[in-house]
C-alpha cells in the first residue's frame, strides 16, 4: 500500500510570505487553512493565498517537493505542477512551453529543488 503524507503549504500574496499548513478545514460555504506562523492571519482571505501541496518526494538533499517548486535536473531548470490529463505529478521548463514529463521518483532522486515560483521569481527566467 503506498503511503503518502498528506501536507500543504500556503504562500500570502499580500505579505509575501510562505506558511506551512496545519490542519484542513472545510465547510459548505468555504474552505480554509489553519497556518503555523509566529504572526496574525487575522483577516487573511482565500483568495490572498497560493496553496501547493507536497507531491510525496524529496530531492537529492532530502528536501521535500511541493508543486510550483522549481527543481534544478541535470543542468536545467524546471517547475513541478499538476497534470490533469495524466491525474499525476508532472514537470515542465520555467517558460511552461515544453510537453509536461511525469515527474515521479527517478526523477525527484536526480534533481535539486533550487526555489519555488512564489519566493524566488527570478529563476523562472532561462
Request: aromatic content about 12%.
Amino acid at each position: 500500500m503506498l503511503n503518502i503524507e498528506l501536507k500543504f503549504r500556503a504562500f500570502n500574496k499580500k505579505k509575501q510570505r510562505m506558511y506551512k499548513s496545519g490542519p484542513l478545514s472545510f465547510s459548505t460555504e468555504r474552505h480554509s487553512f489553519m497556518f503555523y506562523s509566529d504572526t496574525d492571519m487575522d483577516g487573511v482571505k482565500d483568495e490572498d493565498m497560493e496553496i501547493m501541496q507536497f507531491t510525496g518526494q524529496k530531492d537529492v538533499n532530502n528536501t521535500d517537493i511541493f508543486q510550483r517548486d522549481i527543481i534544478k535536473l541535470e543542468t536545467k531548470k524546471y517547475i513541478v505542477v499538476w497534470d490533469n490529463n495524466r491525474g499525476g505529478w508532472a514537470y515542465t521548463d520555467v517558460e511552461r512551453q515544453m510537453t509536461l514529463s511525469s515527474f515521479g521518483r527517478s526523477e525527484a532522486n536526480n534533481c535539486e529543488v533550487i526555489g519555488n515560483e512564489f519566493e524566488n521569481p527570478n529563476l523562472l527566467n532561462p
